[in-house]
């Protein structure tokens, strides 16, 4: 089973439910797509870590072979090639490098090098394995990083994979979620909290997944991201009441399940109404 836990923005609590579901498991594959500031090996603490670099191939125009038929230019839907002076040119921060301009090029004036976008780090853990992406410092896309991610869990043998998503509903996510079985959307109890819910819901809806929710930093007044739930018929599957000391475990690196016996049981209960909630599809 394969859990991928979003948020509609950072600061909800998605890696701190991730991690404490990750351990409460009795075996897990953790892994942390959200590639720009990944920080679930912060609490996880993995030990013999490996570290493994991600290349991607870019075009490179040869100038004095381009002979300006724009067959390249007109074939690239995300504008990263433009004819300037009669001579193509590649915006490369743009390119979704696929290797379409090669194969039309007609004179061979395009050609690939190898460019590197960021590492995955394996790590173990006591109850199984985490991946980290790290995206490299000024690189524009995480989407390749996220695969090699993705490709890496295959090849682990376990009944449980966690996958902490990257905040929002941009590329990465969709590419994140790509493979999961089920979810977990995380969310405050505020009106913001309530769009932003509103927005991963529909980014689920959309790519056919089943989805639950836990409500975070829950008050005793009216809470929007609730009603949104009810309204749409979405499951709430926990409610986690704003508490300081939740924040202060948090805050220095603690996992609420492993430092407080009763999150450790309610996480537990979380893990197995999902596995409830994927069993009946």
């Known amino acids: 089973m394969k ?8 600061g909800t609590g998605k890696t701190m439910v991730a991690v404490n579901l990750a351990a409460v498991a009795q075996e897990v594959v953790y ?6 500031e990944p920080n679930g090996r912060l609490f996880l603490e993995p030990e013999a870590t490996e570290e493994q670099t991600v290349k991607v191939t870019i075009p490179q125009i040869k100038a004095d072979l381009c002979i300006g038929c724009r067959k390249c230019v007109d074939f690239c839907r995300f504008n990263a090639l433009a004819l300037i002076e009669e001579k193509a040119v590649l915006f490369p921060d743009v390119c979704h490098p696929c290797g379409g301009c090669e194969l039309l ?13 960021g590492y995955v780090e394996k790590g173990i853990i006591a109850n199984g394995k985490i991946y980290t992406g790290v995206l ?3 690189e524009e896309s995480g989407v390749p990083i996220i695969r090699e991610l993705i490709a890496k869990s295959k090849q682990e043998e376990v009944k449980l994979t966690i996958i902490d998503c990257p905040p929002g509903s941009a590329c990465v996510v969709m590419e994140s979620i790509q493979d999961a079985d089920y979810c977990l959307l995380v969310a405050e ?7 932003n819910l509103a927005m991963v819901y529909e980014l689920s809806k959309l790519f056919g997944k089943p989805c639950g929710v836990v409500l975070n930093k829950c008050f005793t007044e009216e809470n929007p991201s609730e009603e949104f739930c009810l309204e749409h018929n979405i499951p709430i599957l926990e409610r986690l009441t704003y508490d300081e000391e939740i924040g202060r ?3 220095k690196g ?10 450790a049981q309610r996480f537990r209960q979380l893990l197995a109404r999902i596995e409830k909630e994927v069993s009946c599809l």
């Open 105 to 117: 090029c007609p004179v061979g004036a395009v050609s690939q090098q190898e460019k590197i976008v």
């Open 3 to 10: 859990i991928a836990v979003l948020s509609g923005k950072g």
């Open 189 to 195: 109890a505020t009106t913001f909290g309530q769009h």
């Open 136 to 138: 490299k410092l000024g």
């Open 254 to 263: 603690g996992i609420l399940a492993k430092e407080k016996a009763i999150y």
């Open 31 to 36: 892994l942390d797509c959200d590639v720009e």
């Open 249 to 251: 475990i948090n805050g």
